[in-house]
Nanobody, 125 residues
């Protein structure tokens, strides 16, 4: 499956932004889709994950209450609505797709087989 993110940009603290990740070429059912982010010199961290079969979600503590992951199955697209953005949210954001099961709260990069190219989000203070 090919994943393409869009929607990144430069915003001010307190603003909102919505990222999109469109999937194509899918020939199998996904187990979960997720958003990660990464800053220079740091590990890619899980932000939010959505399990397909029941739409159960999990969020990192750093974004809980501010970010929302959602899915449009007709468009095969996953979204990340980001509200009340902070300068520390500045990062490259990646979407990812997993076909095998894992505990949502323990999701790791290695659980996801397919990745997008990333989109930059910059939040100025």
């Amino acid at each position: 499956v090919h994943l393409v993110e869009s929607g990144g940009g430069v915003v001010q603290a307190g603003d909102s932004l919505r990222l999109s990740c469109a999937a194509s070429g899918r020939t199998f059912r996904s187990y979960a889709m997720a958003w990660f982010r990464q800053t220079p010199g740091k590990e890619r961290e899980l932000i939010a994950v959505l399990r397909e079969r029941d739409t159960i979600t999990y969020y990192a503590d750093s974004v809980k209450g501010r970010f929302t992951i959602s899915r449009d199955y007709d468009k095969d697209t996953v979204y990340l609505q980001m509200d009340s953005l902070k300068p520390e949210d500045t990062a490259v954001y990646f979407c990812a797709d997993a076909t095998s099961s894992f505990p949502l709260s323990g999701a790791r990069k290695s659980d996801f087989e397919f990745w997008g190219q990333g989109t930059q989000v910059t939040v100025s203070s």
